[in-house]
């Protein structure tokens, strides 16, 4: 049952993380650039910078070119998985601090869903 909870949260956590990158990758505002990235920034910019990367991620197109990627703080790959599996934690123990939020359409409906089977589970 253990290694059967843990396995979920994984999936969720990195779930999490794909859409939130996806997001930034695509010039979106996303959780990543709200809670550990550049809040700040305006008009919903989302961008982001991961240590492995030598520029910031802005996708196809570049929703913010005024900002520079000295501003931009860099997230570790284990930092960000650490924060996706705890909100993965938090959603589907029902508890959710709400510290991580969702902020686009997709992540939304994603955390209706992580919610759904979080209540599922306790039921």
């Known amino acids: 049952v253990a290694y059967m909870v843990l396995w979920v949260i994984n999936l969720v956590g990195c779930v999490w993380f794909f859409m939130g990158s996806w997001h930034a990758f695509e010039g979106l505002d996303n959780w990543i ?12 910019c989302g961008a982001i910078m991961f240590t492995w990367q030598p520029e910031m991620v802005t996708g196809k197109r570049n929703p913010c070119p005024w900002v520079d990627k000295a501003d931009i703080p860099r997230v570790s790959l284990g930092t960000a998985y650490v ?6 934690l938090t959603t589907l123990s029902t508890v959710g601090y709400g510290d991580i939020l969702p902020k686009s359409s ?10 759904v089977i979080g209540v599922a589970g306790f039921a």
């Open 33 to 44: 650039a709200s809670y550990i990235g550049s809040p700040a920034l305006e008009d919903g």
């Open 83 to 88: 924060y996706s599996c705890y909100w993965a």
């Open 106 to 115: 997709g992540e939304y409906w994603f955390a209706v869903f992580v919610m």
